[in-house]
């Protein structure tokens, strides 16, 4: 099978979002395939190997335009991913099969059910060969990934997995019988699904996919890097959507996160103080031009993100408190604004069981916004991207860096004229990684 060309950073800016000049690449179209015996035919037939329970539909759509209304997806599962004018595509009948596996847990609400390790599978009449295989986003539940991937992959013809990643919400740590084993469950959940998935496309179309695609965002983005590395026997690539970055000795969370956390609230206040801490904080790899997002990140994301992974894998840090002290200032006991990720070997040893290597085993595709606040560019993506070149795995990247590209693309909408959606350049990426038979093929660019 072909690979990608060596490793490639793609400097996008808005003119190609706009359509002004896409990017070289193939960007093949995926022509379905014929029907397969008709409108949801061998419905029957369809069992998901290991799971506990299904319920399997016969649906006019499977994508957001059909689901919302008839009750198949879950809109608040995926508010705030994508910018508004994210394609909606219509016309994709099929069949969707919700579920869950064995699980201890009880997080997510979904269906009622009060069950983790849900999932959901699309199987569209008209199928290209294809399987997209996805995990969620931060600690969302399993039709997160609707608007942005699903959508459009199903457009494509691809058919679609997506899984709740074991367990869900801001306590998904809860439950867990050592540090990190909430996050190493993730691994566990996606392999779970894509081995399943590939047995019920055999069951509904005749035959395996001939092609299986890893793709997320985030925490999704993170569990594609780490199945590429880990399980790579069972993909054929993968789209990885500012994938967060683990690593033993940092850069991670909690080597940027507790810097924005102790020197916001100063940068904020102004006065003599401010311009030192926005300079400790560019120093921790936020990006400059980035400020005008440190506040909106600093109430949404920064605080509760930092606190709740940190519970995850340190969680004796604060003692018997659950995720420490929200929005505590940097002196206040056990706060998180003052953890020090390099004295704490607890947490050390927990991060070293779900760390990446960049020992990548099949083509991968990264995509990253230059502007994300979240997971700042400097110390995620492009650190990554030095350690699958120094792996000796640079010939299966390519990296495309977003100008303007923020963590979520509705903040796009937010701020008219200053972000820039990735969600297109997620299109192109699958397009340019397979072809026309769905094989993974080379993309071409210049430097």
């Known amino acids: 099978m072909p690979h990608l060309m060596s490793r490639r950073i793609w400097v996008l800016s808005a003119a190609v979002v706009l359509g002004i000049a896409l990017p070289p690449v193939e960007a093949v179209a995926h022509s379905a395939e014929p029907v397969v015996s008709g409108h949801c035919a061998r419905i029957g037939q369809l069992r998901v190997p290991g799971a506990a329970h299904q319920k399997v539909s016969c649906l006019a759509g499977l994508t957001t335009v059909s689901t919302e209304k008839s009750g198949h997806t879950n809109p608040e599962d995926y508010v705030g991913l994508t910018a508004a004018d994210m394609p909606r595509p219509a016309g994709v009948p099929g069949i969707q099969i919700d579920g869950y596996f064995p699980d201890d847990s009880r997080s997510n609400t979904n269906h009622g059910w009060n069950h983790d390790a ?23 539940r399993q ?24 367990n869900t919400g801001v306590a998904f740590y809860h439950g867990q019988r050592y540090p990190g084993e909430a996050i190493a469950e993730w691994h566990q959940r996606l392999t779970e699904l894509t ?16 092609t299986t ?13 780490w199945q590429l590395e880990n399980r790579p026997s069972l993909y054929d690539g993968g789209v990885d959507w500012e994938g967060t970055l683990w ?3 940092g850069p991670n969370l909690f080597t940027f996160l507790p810097v924005a956390l102790r020197n916001y609230p100063a940068y904020a206040e102004g006065g003599e103080e401010a311009e030192a801490a926005r300079q400790r904080m560019l120093d921790a790899g936020f990006a400059p031009g980035s400020e005008f997002l440190w506040d909106y990140h600093y109430r949404v994301y920064w605080d509760l993100t930092q606190r709740i992974y940190r519970e ?24 998180d604004a003052d953890y020090d ?7 050390q040893r927990a991060v070293r069981r779900i760390a990446l290597t960049g020992r990548i085993g099949k083509p991968l595709i990264t995509l990253h916004g230059t502007l994300d606040t979240l997971l700042p560019i400097g110390v995620d993506s492009d650190v990554y991207a030095d350690m699958v070149r120094k792996a000796g795995r640079g010939a299966l990247h390519t990296y495309w860096r977003v100008e303007g590209g923020n963590h979520t693309d509705g ?3 937010e701020y008219p004229g200053r972000l820039t959606a990735i969600g297109p350049y997620f299109v192109e990426a699958v397009r340019s990684l397979t072809g026309r038979q769905g094989t993974v093929v080379s993309a071409r660019t210049t430097r």
């Not at 849900?118 to 969302?140: C, E, Y």
């Open 195 to 210: 081995v399943a998935a590939k047995h019920v496309v055999r069951q509904r179309y005749g035959r395996p996919p001939s």
């Open 247 to 249: 690593t033993t000795n």
């Open 341 to 347: 990720y390099a004295s704490r070997p607890q947490a």
């Open 411 to 413: 903040l796009v909408d």
């Open 143 to 166: 039709y997160a990934n609707d608007r942005a991937i699903a959508d459009q992959v199903l457009a494509m013809g691809y058919a679609f997995a997506a899984t709740d990643k074991g």
């Open 213 to 225: 695609l890893a793709a997320g965002i985030s925490n999704g983005g993170y569990l594609v890097r």
């Open 312 to 335: 995850a894998l340190d969680p004796s840090y604060d003692g018997p408190l659950d995720a420490g002290v929200p929005f505590c200032r940097s002196g206040t006991p056990a706060c």
């Open 118 to 140: 849900q999932f959901v599978l699309r199987l569209p009449d008209r199928w290209n060969g294809g399987l997209v295989v996805s995990g969620t986003p931060g600690n969302r």
